[in-house]
């Protein structure tokens, strides 16, 4: 599924980007802060994996109606 969609505009595009950047710092940052550098590394990683996932596969009202997932 598309990162972006056809109705977003170059803000809405930056805006998204420059979330997503954040919230992973933010996400690393705690990991790293509970579990050390190793475990932290590992388990941002394993995170981020599974959060882009359901991203991949939960579908949205932008997506084409034959590119849901059932």
Partial sequence: MA????KQDGFDRAGKII?????AL????????F???LGGLL?????EGA????DFVVPNEHDSSGAIVR
Wanted: proline share 0%; glycine share 4%; charged share 5%.
């Fill in 3 to 6: 990162y972006f969609h056809k």
């Fill in 19 to 23: 979330a997503d950047v954040f919230i």
């Fill in 26 to 33: 933010l996400i690393l940052t705690f990991a790293i802060a």
């Fill in 35 to 37: 579990f050390g550098m």
């Fill in 43 to 47: 388990a941002f990683v394993v995170l």
């Fill in 51 to 54: 959060l882009l996932t359901v």
